[in-house]
């Protein structure tokens, strides 16, 4: 069964650095989000993505996160200047089309920042 | 404005007893309602999704769940807990165009 994959399982950063979070999506999907968890809190949206432009982004994707599909394939999430607070579980999910589809999560890149 | 309540942060059952995970939602307009598993260092993996028709739901790992309206209501149930249900579960509706919302999620522990 195809899978949403995400790179790197864990990253470990300094405050103030820029990280990027890989995703590969499934092949024929064609909306794209990122959702983090903080440790012990609630799963939150962050960001969706299709046809090459954010469709909707939370108060939380600020200027310090960009997404883009660069190659027609992989999906990321860049953060320019990581804080403390940056630090959780980040969630790729891919979806078809429609709004009753299902969305499908990656298994989350857990991000630590020192 | 959509969103989900969760009762309950953590429930315990023992083995082969009945599994009740309480979700409420909130919508203005007919919610589309999911629940989700997570298994330790797992990502999010769908049980089981509502969005029209039949409001009792089938989902897998013998997991059900069951819109009533009248009480704004989507619980989870199984009737018989086995010990690879352990895990967090969470509950969500779609707001907006597709973002899903999520509850606060219940982690579920089973007793052998």
């Known amino acids: 069964e195809p899978e949403v994959t995400q790179t790197p399982s864990h990253q470990v950063t300094q405050m103030g650095q820029e990280v990027i979070l890989r995703c590969v999506p499934i092949?024929?999907?064609?909306?794209f989000y990122w959702y983090r968890q903080i440790l012990g809190q609630k799963v939150e949206f962050l960001v969706s993505?299709?046809?090459?432009?954010?469709?909707?982004k939370s108060e939380i994707f600020d200027d310090q996160f960009s997404v883009e599909r660069p190659d027609g394939s992989n999906f990321t999430l860049k953060i320019r200047s990581t804080k403390l607070e940056d630090s959780a579980m980040y969630f790729c999910?891919?979806?078809?089309?429609?709004?009753?589809?299902?969305?499908?999560f990656g298994p989350g890149t857990r991000l630590t920042v020192l | 404005a959509q969103s989900v309540t969760q009762l309950g942060s953590h429930v315990s059952v023992s083995e082969g007893a009945l599994v009740l995970l309480r979700c409420n939602y909130s919508?203005?307009?007919?919610?589309?309602l999911f629940w989700y598993v997570q298994y330790p260092n797992q990502g999010l993996q769908l049980l089981l999704k509502?969005?029209?028709?039949?409001?009792l739901v089938k989902g897998i790992n013998g997991f059900e769940a069951e819109f009533k309206k009248s009480e704004t209501s989507f619980h989870l149930t199984k009737p018989s807990a086995h010990m690879s249900d352990a895990a967090e579960y969470f509950c969500?509706?779609?707001?907006?165009?597709?973002?899903?919302?999520f509850g606060q999620g219940t982690r579920l522990t089973i007793n052998p």
């Open positions: 999910a891919t979806q078809t089309s429609s709004v009753s589809d299902t969305q499908y």
């Open positions: 092949s024929n999907h064609l909306y």
């Open positions: 993505f299709y046809n090459n432009e954010i469709s909707e």
């Open positions: 919508s203005s307009v007919p919610p589309y």
């Open positions: 509502y969005t029209t028709g039949a409001t």
């Open positions: 969500a509706v779609i707001k907006g165009a597709q973002k899903l919302v």
